[in-house]
């Protein structure tokens, strides 16, 4: 289908009717899927909450109370209070924000950078291609866990203030992640700069610049949104174990991950499951939510990877 | 397929090489080593220890140093445990290789009978219901479903114990002792199999549906067989094929051990020790460990190729 919207275009109107019939015909089969409908609705939802929410809370200014700490929840703080009197609901939302924008953010990073890189190399092949791929080789042989704890040791080091830390994870998780995405882009490349369309360019003679922006990429941007989409999952999942283990985002910036710290403490872990498992539910929820969402993207964008 | 292999071995070769290297220059930058951690140490002692064990070399000589005493099978002595790190490995592998053994197995099972009764029922109620259990399983951080299992499990029902391989201070032997590990696995055993099952029973579902619109198993039913038969013997055997290539990825897991599991659990496997380690910068085990993962890493993939050209002729290598 895509090849088509590319390929078949004479003109530049043209080709924006096309495209637009073809993305208006996507999102009227996505609306057809309701799970996938309902995993919108949710991840949508959880956003407005955590970016919205705490503008409407009585305790968003974050204070502690020594006086209400460690309150199971009640009519007054619905998730309870933690061990310095402050509001966990409203901390669990304060805490999505960051967990929501490190997701978003490293995976556009990575996204981005796969992309440039994997276009880069399939499309030039030769040394670029060697360069690229061998530097993504190298990446992907070292296991990724014992790199983030490196990095998030280093970060440590580098006395990064807790609240500039978050960039740097979202920089970190980004840095792991390129490699697959970059593999993927380039297998595709090699396969769409053989196809008949690309012949026809290079008999019209354009420069490679149209080729790789005009014709290529345009051709990838479904598997690059469906695959983006997955990956903010992966990248939340990713943050929250780094942060769990005290190597990501740390307090006083709360993060879903650095909440569920909580459950080493032995006493808050038996006693006081208000504190960590909202946080954790949190993660499962919204992840959950865009991988269904993800997935009926995919049955619509790339249909070729349908069940 | 020789020269195939050579070339593949030498590029191995080559790519772990520069892993090792980037791994160690890694392991050095990180702040700290394992005797600044000492705090009942005086700064003269610290000097004197750091020359002995040749912490305060060039980092590049210290690459070297270790290269070669790798490459002969030397990973040198942990600095925290006063052991060859081969020896301490050989001590912890096998309790990481048993959770993954046995998660690996029940894995498998599940996804292959789940996979298989989803796809042939597609878009039933019950193939909804996998699939919705599917993005469930692969989308729950492990370490949240661990504390949650435990606090469960563990601490509200006293059904099953919290962490370890054994109850502390218990010395049972032969039967008793087995039956008290299988105790102590099973949570962690649980969590695993969870976690691995999403993305498998997903794999087999879409391969089997694949299998089941093709012609030869059309021609199955024309002929009569019985649908067990169909499903079981013609569809599942092509279905299983592509699976092959999986087996070299699951090398990694099967001897890496997890790090998050384990610790959770508070199961004395080789994540765990890579935990420990890394807090204490003990180098040597670090290093060891890292590359334990790389090699196996490769290894995998090597094999996974390799299997995939085996069990069907019709892939060029």
């Known amino acids: ?307 | 397929m020789g020269a195939y292999l050579s070339k593949r071995l030498s590029y191995i070769m080559i790519i772990l090489a520069a892993a090792s290297l980037m791994i160690f220059c890694l392991y050095a930058m990180t702040p700290g080593d394992f005797i600044s951690s000492n705090i009942k140490l005086s700064a003269e002692r610290k000097a004197e220890l750091r020359e002995i064990y040749g912490l305060n070399r060039p980092v590049l000589e210290r690459y070297w140093t270790w290269l070669t005493h790798a490459l002969r099978g030397d990973l040198g002595y942990s600095l925290a445990q006063q052991r060859p790190v081969l020896a301490l490995f050989n001590t912890y592998i096998w309790n990481s290789f048993l959770l993954a053994v046995v998660s690996t197995f029940f894995t498998w099972v599940i996804a292959v009978i789940v996979g298989v009764v989803a796809a042939y029922r597609q878009y039933s109620w019950f193939d909804t219901l996998v699939m919705i259990v599917i993005f469930g399983a692969m989308s729950i951080p492990s370490f949240f479903i661990g504390l949650f299992l435990i606090k469960i499990f563990a601490v509200d029902l006293h059904l099953l114990p919290p962490g370890g391989i054994t109850t502390t201070g218990s010395n049972a032997v032969g039967w008793a002792h087995v039956q008290e590990v299988i105790k102590h696995m099973t949570l962690p055993v649980a969590v695993m199999t969870l976690l691995g099952t999403g993305s498998l029973t997903r794999y087999f579902r879409s391969n089997m549906i694949d299998v089941i619109r093709q012609d030869y198993i059309r021609t199955a039913r024309a002929k009569g067989v019985k649908e067990s038969k169909v499903l079981f013997g013609h569809a599942l055997r092509n279905a299983m094929l592509p699976a092959i290539t999986l087996v070299g990825f699951e090398l990694p897991a099967l001897f890496g051990g997890s790090l998050i599991i384990e610790k959770i659990f508070n199961w004395p496997g080789i994540g765990q020790l890579y935990i420990q380690s890394f807090g204490q910068r003990d180098y040597p085990l670090l290093m060891g460990f890292t590359m334990l993962i790389a090699i196996l890493t490769v290894i995998g993939t090597l094999l996974s190729d390799v299997l995939y050209r085996i069990a069907d002729p019709r892939v060029k290598l």
Request: aromatic content about 8%.
């Open chain 1, 1 to 307: 289908m895509s090849s088509v919207s590319g390929a078949a275009a004479p003109g530049r109107g043209a080709k924006t009717a096309v495209k637009s019939s073809m993305w208006r015909q996507s999102v009227r089969l996505l609306l057809k899927n309701k799970l996938a409908i309902a995993g919108l609705v949710i991840v949508v939802l959880m956003f407005l909450a955590c970016f919205i929410g705490p503008m409407f809370s009585p305790y968003a200014d974050n204070k502690t109370n020594m006086r209400i700490m460690n309150r199971a929840p009640n009519l007054q703080h619905w998730l309870g209070t933690d061990k310095l009197g402050r509001d966990v609901l409203t901390r669990v939302l304060l805490a999505g924000r960051i967990s929501l924008t490190v997701g978003l953010a490293s995976m556009v990073l990575s996204v981005t950078l796969g992309t440039l890189l994997g276009a880069l190399s399939g499309f030039f092949r030769g040394v670029v291609d060697q360069v690229i791929m061998r530097v993504a080789d190298l990446l992907l042989t070292i296991p990724s866990l014992p790199l983030l704890f490196i990095f998030g040791a280093l970060l440590s080091d580098w006395k990064v203030p807790p609240e500039n830390r978050m960039y740097i994870v979202m920089l970190i998780l980004s840095l792991v992640n390129w490699p697959s995405m970059a593999r993927m882009i380039r297998g595709q490349m090699l396969s769409l700069r053989e196809r008949e369309f690309m012949q026809a360019t290079t008999v019209l003679g354009l420069n490679n610049k149209r080729k790789l922006f005009h014709h290529l990429l345009p051709n990838l941007i479904p598997l690059i949104i469906v695959i983006a989409t997955l990956n903010i999952g992966g990248a939340i999942l990713s943050e929250s174990v780094l942060s769990f283990f005290g190597l990501g985002v740390t307090a006083p910036t709360p993060t879903w991950g650095n909440m569920i710290d909580a459950a080493n403490n032995l006493i808050d872990f038996q006693e006081r499951p208000w504190l960590w498992m909202p946080p954790g539910l949190s993660i499962f929820i919204t992840v959950i939510a865009i991988n269904i969402f993800g997935d009926g993207l995919r049955d619509v964008l790339d249909p070729k990877q349908k069940r």
